[in-house]
């Protein structure tokens, strides 16, 4: 069920009213598409990452890089971003205002799909009669806006540098040391957690669609022979989700009859739509508002040839919050082809292989005499032709040296040989789990989201998981008194060496302040009152039950980790 | 002692080799002043980062946030950095290259102080003869290079952007949201480690001047009333540490004398940088390579009324590592006034506090009549004097309107008031210590760093602290064999999921793994060999002695905790 659709802002209000984030250079009048994270988004976000990097770092034995978020034009010239990351875009001559020429065709024209090209754009736009929607004025034809920040390394302008759009350029590029590291093995993969930049034309949605924004990836070289299968892949050949491929229906579908039945192209994305289902579900996601789409043909990052987005249901719609791709091996032949460096990897067999081929041999002896100083040249244009060009005929063509040559047949022979191979050499394909943390982040608010009524006034609370929770455990004396104070303090400091997030405070009615802890999703509150000073014990208080429990204070440390962990619930 | 001077390259070199940090975009030649950090290093600096919040988030109890990179014009404008954080450099008219006047300078003339303005250094380099280095070309009139990195946010150049010099302005601009979240009350701190921007004219020395760099801030908003006394002072009053003040002799002093002594200003900046000293040295500084200099008032940065470096001595000399800088009511006051925001905090006095003031009345009865439609303003212009301005005098001049009006003395009297305050308005001053993330790590691998002869061939050490070691135990089976690799997976296994940084490998003789662990810092190294299949023991070996004890199975996970935790040692 999606929440209503005022949702959004009414969690924005939540969020900048308890410090989860707020817009960037609020006394400046914001800066659309830019967001801070506040003390408990910062947390938050810190959680979610962590989580993240128990799956792909400590679970998949993956290597966490950290590059930085400037590269020279060199790298995005290479890997199709100067000539393919761009929308288009029209500005109004009158207002200089600048709009996305496929928003303002889904205004005018609700059921078109915008058009890709320049020209069709253009052609769309005019016969939807497209004006301005701030002030009427005339639009420009529609011209491809590239989505980079752009920069200058150093003085002047010769060396234009860019704000990276993801963090897999760099994984890419330090494909031959993180080979050496992993000592020449496939599979491997590389890590980064870090900030992604899109110079967006129209930011919205709060932290949905942000110009700089978080995010985690990991490159997984596979090689391409093997990448059919997965070994890890009967760990989520069972898992049921629901399923929107490309072509064929939508519904629910197993991982292993994805696989078996066409609806995904192999086991190597599969188990990482696996891994992503798991992840998001842990992380707070409702696994009820979580479907994987395929997408189109002509959907596709240039890059992609296969393509499933994790998405999740929130107010506003269906909405990607993690990207599944097949990248092949489009970026490391894009990056051999422009620096010239070798980022292929080698398979040795289980046994060397022996190849008998037939080739053309020059007769060396004939040749010195009749070509002199061609005879070299000659030599090698003929062990380059292929037996089957030259065998039966009297005489071949040649090139030598720029110039044809006619070869009699006294200067080659055919003859066979064996060679015997250790090993394939082969560009390493590459499957990308790209996770939206942002997106990731305002999903499990929004799951996690319920009002009610309390009183006649509106009561928030945020069912957030104990383990992802910016504070898991407030600790309250039930008045600011000292006596009560004195033992909150001494359980809040023993929990926070246990290593639980904590809160205390003093101020304000026990009501207020478990409000307050509702509002935050804090899932626990422990009370420490008049009878903890009589028989030693407090009160625990579970949020989404509201029930209370009362515990000895010596074990209270040891059931609240367990109530956090949740092998234990206040009944 | 420092090392020989080349042993940053050998300390480069080694970094590459084994994946702590290597130079960015490699396969394209390079990019002065990026690096990326590999498997190792940026386990490295997830330690150094994680220690610092162990200090400032869980041990100072202040507020993490993550705010972006890109900030628009109007905050570096208030900030003063878009006028004053910049370089003078001159261009070749010749090549085109770059160079910073005072570079040029120190090369010609050593003794020489590099002058500040534009003219002075004009003059300077002009009678030092100065030419382009590499050409010999020419060279421009020295001009003031902004260091930040420019770009526009949105289509078009109307938006500028700039990615942040440091960290710091977020929370300033935040101050009013982190006060509501402290509840109002000072003091309080807020922190943030991620990317700071330079666009240095000529980056050098590996990872420690960088165009992008990591770094951690902490901006402590205190009440300058109070900010001569920090409540936790004494806890680091008793440290020596090595000073290098303004004025007056370097020499080792406890922070408790270097206060009452007036070395330092007060507590507050003193507690800080014994709190950089201790975190420092748990690091892996050398506390024998560790000073504290205090900048001299003209190599102060434009915010900072007071700063003392953390520097350590490294192969190429002293180098700054850490600022603790006094901002005091720099920026809060600069971002008020331009964006008219209040960001002044409230200190309730215990007890209200009541004040006699003697003030001028307007008598409205008499100014009614004579002034008119003047008489409101007149009223004004009155109560805004000063008594003493008044008393005695038969007429005033006051100005209302934008007119000169003499006023009669029937028009006003002289009389005493009282006001109760309950607390006074003030603008925070701003305590920041500011941490080099990536000079952090490289002071700690070259303080590490050891090499010595081994059967006639160069030997690395790095003696990393166990706690921040990339590795901190590796576990190998004596041989590739898989009843041997068996027991190995499992200690592997067990001391992983103990919490430890664990490391596997069965490929090459035993020495050889050694030496690359002793290479990469790891401190213990487990061995399976095939005792250990008859009596259940296996083998320990410390890095630093190269000591080996044999311990049963059972112990070894508990044991290697001990070891990594510093409270057990193999002897």
């Not at 994305?269 to 998001?280: P, S």
Request: hydrophobic content about 40%; glycine content about 8%.
């Amino acid at each position: 069920m999606p929440e209503p659709p005022d949702t959004l802002s009414k969690v924005l209000a939540l969020a900048k009213r308890r410090g989860f984030f707020w817009p960037s250079c609020e006394i400046y009048g914001g800066v659309a598409g830019f967001y801070d994270y506040g003390p408990l988004g910062a947390q938050l976000k810190a959680s979610v990452e962590g989580l993240w990097r128990s799956y792909y770092v400590a679970g998949e034995g993956f290597a966490e890089l950290s590059a930085p978020a400037i590269s020279p034009e060199a790298v995005f010239r290479a890997s199709g971003h100067l000539e393919k990351f761009s929308d288009l875009m029209a500005e109004c001559g009158k207002c200089g205002e600048a709009f996305r020429a496929d928003h303002l065709l889904r205004e005018l024209a609700p059921g078109e799909e915008p058009p890709a090209s320049v020209e069709t754009m253009a052609a769309a736009l005019r016969r939807a009669g497209a004006r301005c929607p701030k002030c009427g004025g005339d639009l420009s034809e529609p011209f491809a806006f590239n989505l980079m920040f752009r920069t200058n390394i150093g003085p002047g302008t010769r060396r234009p540098g860019y704000l990276r759009p993801e963090t897999a350029q760099a994984m890419f590029l330090d494909f031959g040391l993180l080979y050496r590291h992993f000592r020449e093995k496939l599979p491997f993969g590389a890590v980064q957690i870090g900030r992604g930049f899109r110079n967006e034309i129209a930011p919205r949605q709060g932290i949905i669609r942000l110009r700089e924004f978080n995010m985690a990836e990991a490159e997984v070289f596979v090689d391409p022979e093997r990448k059919a299968r997965h070994p890890r892949f009967s760990e989520v050949a069972g898992m049921r989700l629901r399923l929107v491929p490309g072509e064929g229906p939508e519904g629910d579908l197993s991982l292993g009859e994805a696989v078996s039945r066409g609806t995904m192209a192999h086991e190597s994305i599969a188990y990482f739509v696996g891994l992503t289902a798991r992840f998001l579900v842990e992380a707070g996601v409702d696994p009820a508002r979580l479907r994987f789409r395929q997408h189109a043909q002509d959907e596709m990052a240039h890059y992609a040839a296969d393509c499933w987005d994790a998405e999740t249901l929130l107010s506003f719609g269906w909405t990607e919050v993690v990207g599944v791709a097949d990248r092949t091996c489009y970026d490391l032949e894009a990056h051999m082809r422009a620096s010239g460096q070798d980022l292929r990897a080698f398979a040795r067999y289980e046994t060397p292989v022996t190849v008998e081929r037939t080739v053309v041999a020059p007769v060396h002896a004939v040749l010195g005499p009749r070509f002199k100083k061609d005879a070299r040249a000659v030599a090698r244009a003929l062990e380059a032709l292929e037996a089957g060009a030259v065998e039966g005929r009297d005489s071949v063509e040649v090139e030598a040296d720029g110039r044809k040559l006619k070869v009699e047949k006294d200067c080659f022979t055919v003859k066979k040989t064996t060679e015997t191979s250790s090993g394939r050499w082969f560009t390493p394909h590459v499957i990308e789990p790209s996770y939206g943390i942002d997106r990731i982040i305002y999903s499990v608010l929004e799951h996690a989201y319920s009002e009610t009524k309390k009183e006649g006034e509106d009561y928030f609370v945020l069912r957030l998981r104990p383990m992802m929770a910016p504070i898991q455990v407030a600790v309250f004396p039930l008045l600011n008194k000292d006596e009560l104070v004195a033992v909150a303090d001494d359980i809040n400091r023993r929990l926070g060496e246990a290593g639980f997030r904590t809160h205390s405070e003093a101020a304000d009615s026990i009501g207020r302040r478990y409000a307050r802890m509702d509002e935050v999703g804090a899932p626990f509150c422990v009370t420490v009152d008049f009878d903890t000073l009589k028989d030693g014990t407090v009160t625990v208080r579970d949020r989404d039950t509201t029930r209370q429990v009362r515990l000895a204070l010596a074990e209270v440390a040891g059931a609240v980790g367990e109530l956090i962990e949740g092998t234990r619930r206040i009944d």
